[in-house]
Antibody, heavy 118, light 110 residues
């Protein structure tokens, strides 16, 4: 059974940093690109970042490029999102998801809440 | 990277059909056959319902169907049931390894 379990969400002050983790199981993690998607309170979903299979390249939505870094450790079946210079508008539930092909996400984690507030 | 446009809400009675639209541009919806739809209950993770415009994952009822014309994709739910009441989100590949979602549509069963 495919499982994605996020952790690391917290309350953080504006300008602060946070690292989210996503533990994957039930599939060959090494051969899939992975994605972070977020959802602000009462809002729609927003694609945040993709990473390729070996972790050498990441792609980002404009609003987080230069502040967030997506990474992975295939030996640990884990995906990460390092978030720096956090802003109030980054407040959201962050989901990790598996994209079997472009524009499709077939498995999602339960989400991790990040709140940016003073 | 502008969000796709969906109606904020739609409604229908049990047994009826509803269609939810998702409008983008030639750079996303119109440019690729890579549109997907997700069902999301309150405080739950999204669930894939349609991918590649028209395909249904195993286990999704055939009451759910997808289509696309030009820059607009659509999700049709026929034979509405009470458990279909949820939020529905569309997503399209937008090139350069990026994706764009719609704002979400709340489906209410009357």
């Amino acid at each position: 059974e495919v499982q994605l379990v996020e952790s690391g969400g917290a309350l953080v002050q504006p300008g602060g940093s946070l690292r989210l983790s996503c533990a994957a199981s039930g599939f060959d993690f090494r051969i899939y690109w992975m994605t972070w998607v977020r959802q602000a309170p009462g809002k729609g979903l927003e694609w945040v970042a993709n990473i390729n299979t070996d972790g050498s390249v990441g792609f980002y939505v404009d609003s987080v490029r230069g502040r967030f870094t997506i990474s992975r450790d295939n030996a640990k079946n884990s995906l990460y999102l390092q978030m720096n210079s956090l802003r109030a508008e980054d407040t959201a539930i962050y989901y990790c998801a598996r994209p079997p092909n472009w524009g499709t996400f077939d498995y999602w984690g339960q989400g991790s809440l990040v709140t940016v507030s003073s | 990277q502008s969000a796709l446009t969906q109606p904020r809400s739609v409604s229908g009675s049990p047994g009826q059909s509803v269609t939810i639209s998702c409008t983008g541009t030639s750079s996303d919806v119109g440019g690729y056959n890579s549109v997907s739809w997700y069902q999301q209950y309150s405080d739950k993770a999204p669930k894939l319902m349609i991918y590649d415009v028209t395909k249904r994952p195993s286990g999704v009822p055939d009451r759910f169907s997808g289509s696309k014309s030009g820059n607009t994709a659509s999700l049709t739910i026929s034979g509405l049931q009470a458990e279909d009441e949820a939020d529905y989100h569309c997503c399209s590949y937008a090139g350069s390894y990026s994706c764009v979602f719609g704002g979400g549509t709340k489906l209410t069963i009357l």
